[in-house]
Every structure is written in structure tokens, then in C-alpha cells.
């Protein structure tokens, strides 16, 4: 075979590999988008454990068990653990965190969380500054008992 039909035939072979690839690449950002769009609407689910920075100190995690949505939080030190419940809104993605006597002590946004179970979590405890936490596992942490 001539050098040229060679060169042909490898550049034809490129092409359709680029346009498979492109093909995958549409496919997945459109999946991507139709995720974001679904959870945007009807809400992500609220479930996991979410880190604040690299050192996995501070963690919000939450689980439902026998029926209740449970919610607790460890502060940055380790030391202080605040825990209860929480409820849904209006809002799919914006709840509320009740402490253990059942008064509103701070809120949780969840903003996103794809298909890896990756997400962002905005939250607010005791009305303070919003902070953000990001997703480290989809299942909840085992809740710890606050010290007395």
C-alpha cells in the first residue's frame, strides 16, 4: 500500500475517534446539566457526611433512622458536638436544623451534589456566618455523643 493512502486512511481513523470522542464528551456535560436541572427542581438528597477543609476535623453529617432526620456537627477543635433534627422547606434544597429541644438553631443549603455524590453544602449554626462545606462521603458519619 502507498505511502499516501497510508496517511489517508490514519487520518480518517483520527477523525472518527475525535468525533467518537466528542460524541461522549456532549453525552456526559448533557447528563451532567440534566442532573443539576432535576436536583435545582425537585431537590438532591440530604444524606452524608460534609468536611470543612483538608484536615476532616469539622464534619455536618446527616442520616435519616427510624423516621427522623438527624443532623450533628463537630467543630474544627473536635471538641464541641452539636446534634438534632432536621426538616425540609419550602425550598427542596434549604433546611432546617433543629437542636435537640426542637428550636431552630441554623440552616443548610445543599447547592449540588452529582452523580459521584460529590456536593457542596452552604450551613449556618446559632445564625452565624454561612460556611461551606463539601461532600466526603455519601454515607453518614456515626453520630458521636455530646459531651456533658
Known amino acids: 500500500m502507498k505511502p499516501a493512502k497510508v496517511a489517508l486512511y490514519a487520518g480518517i481513523g483520527a477523525a472518527v475517534l475525535a468525533l467518537i470522542a466528542v460524541v461522549f464528551l456532549a453525552y456526559g456535560a448533557s447528563t451532567q446539566l440534566n442532573d443539576l436541572h432535576r436536583g435545582a427542581e425537585e431537590g438532591y438528597e440530604l444524606r452524608g457526611t460534609y468536611f470543612a477543609g483538608e484536615d476532616r476535623m469539622a464534619y455536618l453529617t446527616f442520616q435519616e433512622r427510624d423516621g427522623e432526620k438527624q443532623w450533628q456537627h463537630r467543630d474544627a477543635r473536635g471538641t464541641a458536638i452539636?446534634?438534632?433534627?432536621?426538616?425540609?422547606?419550602?425550598?427542596?434544597?434549604?433546611?432546617?436544623?433543629?437542636?435537640?429541644?426542637?428550636?431552630?438553631?441554623?440552616r443548610g443549603h445543599l447547592a449540588y451534589v452529582d452523580r459521584r455524590r460529590e456536593g457542596v453544602l452552604f450551613y449556618s449554626l446559632n445564625f452565624e456566618k454561612a460556611a461551606m462545606m463539601h461532600k466526603g462521603s455519601a454515607v453518614a458519619m456515626t453520630m458521636e455523643t455530646p459531651a456533658e
Not at 452539636?82 to 441554623?106: H, K, M, S, V
Request: net charge negative; proline share 4%; no cysteine.
Open 82 to 106: 452539636t446534634d438534632g433534627l432536621y426538616e425540609e422547606t419550602g425550598d427542596p434544597n434549604l433546611y432546617t436544623l433543629l437542636d435537640a429541644d426542637g428550636n431552630e438553631t441554623g
